[in-house]
């Protein structure tokens, strides 16, 4: 069982991701901001991040950026978690230190499945 922070502004998509996880053992901690969601990290040090792009004030490339530069956080990956679904999108995202992108609605064993393999599992 991992500890996943879900950063996510829905509160419709954060409930179907926290039941998804939850189903498959893992603890949820959501945060509905980045700023939020990068203080958690920092004071939670969770096992992997899952990060929406298109958040209030900073957005989740910002986001993604400042976890894996800042050295407390930096060893947690981040797997966004978007409707944005250009290639262009998920290049970028990649490039801000996300170790893997998933366009919105998620499937379900997809997900899982890419989170057991950032989680060395």
Not at 13 to 22: G, I, K, N, R
Not at 35 to 41: H, K, L, R, T, V
Request: charged share 25%.
């Amino acid at each position: 069982m991992a500890k996943i922070l879900l950063i996510e502004d829905s509160p419709t998509d954060t409930a179907v991701l926290t039941q998804l996880l939850e189903r498959h053992g893992h603890e949820v901690l959501a945060r509905a901001s980045a700023e939020d969601g990068i203080e958690a990290a920092r004071a939670e040090q969770p096992d992997l991040v899952l990060m929406d792009v298109v958040l209030p004030g900073m957005n989740g490339f910002q986001a993604t950026r400042a976890l894996s530069r800042d050295a407390a956080t930096s060893a947690i990956p981040v797997l966004i978690v978007s409707t944005k679904g250009m290639e262009t999108d998920k290049a970028w995202g990649m490039r801000q230190g996300a170790r893997g992108y998933v366009v919105k609605p998620p499937v379900e064993a997809d997900l899982i499945e890419r989170i057991n393999a950032l989680l060395g599992g």
